[in-house]
Each structure stands twice: as C-alpha cells, then as structure tokens.
C-alpha cells in the first residue's frame, strides 16, 4: 500500500526499484528495465548522460549484433548448430552467433563504430599484443559465440566455442571479469528461466549453454547453466551483491543438478550440490547414463529428458547408491561413506533432515547410525571451524565505521563517503552557494567520521577528489554528482546486510577509479 518495503531480518528497506536491484543483483537501469518489460513500456535513454557502465551495455550489445550477423554468412557455424539440434527459432531466441576467424574482425567492425580502443579492452572483447604494444587483436576468434545476460536481459559477457581444434586454443573461453561481469554472481539463462522457476517452485541447473539451451528447446524452460560462470559457496560477496546460487535460492529453494555423467561432470555436480545444501536448499541429482549429457537426451528423445528428471534423487541418496555401487571390498565402504556422504549431512540445517539421512545410511550399508552420527559430528565441528577462519579477516568491514579506514579495509560506504568528502571539497573550492547546505548532508551521513576527516589533514588528502570528478569541471558539476550520490547513500543500510542493500549507491558511484580496491 506504501509502495516500498522493509526487512526485519536485516533493515533493507527502499522502493519498488530497490527492491527488484536487491533481489535481482541489478543495478538502477537494469531494474527498470525489469520492470517496464512487465509493464509493456519502451524505454529510451539520454545517451549524453551515460556513464561508463552504460557505454560497456552498449558495445557488448553492438558486439552480440555483430555476431549474430556473422552468424548467417558461416555456413560452418550454421552446420555446427544444426548437427546439434537447435532449430532456427531457438537459435534466434538464444542469440547465437559467430567469431569469424581472423585477428581484428570485431575490432575494426567497433572502431568502425567510433569506439575507442580503450572502451573494447575494457569490455573484453579485444587484448592489445604483449609484445606489440599499441597492437590489439580480437579475444573470440572462428567461435560459435554464446551471449551471457544479466537478469533483465541485458548481454555482458560471452562464451566462445572453438569450432577448428588448433591443439593449443581453450575449447571454450569466456570473457573475462570486467565491470559488468563477475561470474559468481551470474548463470547463464537465468533471464529466461526466472519465472517458470518461481511458478513451477525448483530450478534445474546444468553444465553446458548448449544444455540449457536444448531445455528450453523441449519446453522445460526453468533450467539454468554453471558453463561460462563459476559457482560462489556464499549467498552474497562482501559488497552485498548476490552471487550465482544465491540468485537461485531467491527464486526457488528446490534445485536439480543435472551435469554431465562423465567424471569431471559428477565431480562438478556434487561440488554444486555441496554449496547448494550450505546454502539451506533442497538438492536433487539427475544419474544420466552412458556418458550423455542433457542435450543428447533432448535430441535424440526430449521425453527422456523428462523422464531423467523425474526420476532425480535426493543428493544424499545419490552418492550413497554410487558409493555402494562401487564398492568391492565391504570394508573401504565406511572410509568411502565418510568421505563422499557425510560431507552432505554436515551442510544440512534441519536436524530432522540430518536424523532421516543417518537412518537411510544406516538402513542400507548396515552400520550403527551412532557411528554414522560421531563422524557427521566430527565433521560439522571442522566446518564451523573453517568458517570461523574464514570470517574472521572479514570481521572489520562488518564493524561499524567511526573513521574512514585505510584502503585495504575499506567498507562499500567508507568509498562513498570518501567520493562526497571530495566533492565537497571541490565545491569550497569554487565557492559553490550550496557547498555549506552539502556540508550538513554528508555530516549526517558520516557521523563521527565527518569530523575526524575534517581535522586530520593525512585523511583530507586520503578523501580528495576523484580524479574523474576534478576533470568534470568545477562547482556546479561536483553540486550534481553529489546529490545524486547523497539521495542514495542516507538511505544506505551496513555493507553486511546480506540483501545487498549498498547496490544503489554503489552503482551510481564505481566509474571511480580509486573506488576498486
């Protein structure tokens, strides 16, 4: 009714676009895009306004264009596609394109375009010769290229895969981290899985982006893929942004794991499992037999795909008919079960869910589930204690800030107050008529660290102004910037809240150069 919400686990609070920011791992723009797509609107843009990240949106939206129409002049990549079976429609859904071989197909095609060579390094699409300097060659070379999107659809990254082996080249490569891409904090067609996750209540995660997309393909559209991405074993980063499988936990707590059956593929598949289950979710496993993989199951009978699915197990259960399927000698079976089972149990919240398990072991190898119980003890204590380890050089980003740190302790909001700090500092320079007005504001924001910084010239100097904002120009200038960074950053909550809640201001402000620590 207020138009805005608030979490009472963790003081999140703000309005409908804050909220879809937060839960979607989006900035601002992307979350409007979110929600005028469910409106039914167009958007359009001042493109004089844009920021860094806005141009980095628009060459990696040039650059999928570029591949797409690459695409249908390479009647190799069109034969590839084929033999695989996608069909034209899902193809064009996907966005599949190609790399044409070549050093600086795609680099000339963007400067071209009038982009600057340093706007196509940064996005990842170009790498200048290490020893020619001033010399750039295209990253993706004779590649069918994948787009990876964020939630709201929008291209920022990409996964190649290598049609011509040369012996020396990745089979596949993906584009490297970069502003708009972190590959814990993405899975690749989760923009196009999301509803049919939150309607049907579970996710099915596989391996390959040829997987999901041969899922899709066969109607079972609430898959998504680990290829391209790198699974994160927490919800969130310490920024507060949400990682991959915390994305999914969002959606649904009921997840299947479905990767390939080779043993790389199990091997993944029960990592996954792992993090999954430490994250609170329900974790199935689909056994895919005689060394396939989901889209060979799609294409040679998508009611097998189904009927895989249907018939997933619990993780738990999984590993333990593996174990006793390949144990010969009875007597390596507990070390084996210990090793590979319990690990599971251990990650389990619900002791009910812990007891169920320690019985089904018990029940179907025979030993005395006080035995099986000793040693999930012993091993639910050495996780806590890896945990505390863990946590424990994170303790002081968490802590309340009373001074602006060092750099290598900074807090998210630390980096906010010291963009103010030098934007005010800016403003007293050119006499700015609200440069005292602006003074008040961030002493509200600051608290006691306004007037340590204030009185210490070390941490005047620490705070001065961002050199993207001294070339901006002079008061007037630095007035903008600020309050648009002020309106966000008052209503900021603690960098350790786990909904993320810094992103809005964060997302207006990391263009800095010194904000990157």
Partial sequence: ERGGYYCFGCGAKGD??????????????????????????????????????DR??????????????QFAQSAEAREYVKGRGV???????????????????????????????????????????DDKPGTFYDRFRGRVMFPISDSSGRV???????????????KYLNSPDMPLFDKSSVLYGLDKAKSFIRRLDYAILVEGQMDLIMSHQAGVKNAVAASGTALSEAESNRE????????????????????????AGRKAAMRASGIALSLGMDVKVVDIQGGKDPADLVRGNPEDWKNALRSAKPVIEF???????????????????????????????????????????????????????????????????????????????KAPVSAIPAASAATRLDLVQRRMFGLLELMDRAGAPKAAEHRITIEKIAGGAFGQVQANPQQRVRTGPDPSDRAAGGGAAAEERFEDIAETAEAAEPASCRCGALQRVTAQVDDAPFLRV
């Avoid at 797509?37 to 860094?52: P, V």
């Fill in 16 to 53: 409908i676009f804050t909220f879809v920011e937060q839960f979607e791992g989006l900035d601002f723009k992307g979350a409007l895009k979110v929600l005028a797509d469910r409106a039914g609107i167009t958007l359009t843009f001042d493109g004089k306004a844009d920021s860094e990240r």
């Fill in 56 to 69: 980095l949106f628009q060459i990696m939206e040039e650059a999928a264009k570029y591949f797409e129409a």
């Fill in 87 to 129: 069909t034209d429609a899902t193809r064009h859904e996907f966005r599949i394109g190609w790399a044409p071989e070549g050093w600086r197909n795609l680099f000339d095609h963007l400067i071209a375009k009038k982009w600057t060579k340093e706007v196509i390094v940064k996005a990842g699409l170009a790498k200048e010769a």
């Fill in 156 to 170: 920022i990254a990409f996964t190649g895969r290598i049609l011509k082996d040369d012996g020396k080249s990745a």
């Fill in 240 to 263: 507060g942004v949400v990682n991959n499988l915390g994305l999914l936990r969002r959606l649904s707590s009921n997840v299947i794991i479905a990767f390939d059956s080779d043993s």
């Fill in 319 to 397: 590993e333990l008919d593996n174990v006793m399927r390949e144990v010969t000698d009875p007597r390596k079976a507990p070390k084996l079960i210990r090793d590979r089972v319990l690990p599971f149990l251990a990650a389990l919240e619900s002791s009910t869910d812990r007891a169920y398990a320690v019985k089904l072991i018990s029940d179907k190898t025979d030993l005395p589930e006080q035995a099986i119980w000793d040693d999930v003890n012993v091993l639910e204590a050495k996780r806590k204690a890896e945990s505390a380890a863990n946590a424990a050089p994170s303790q002081a980003q």
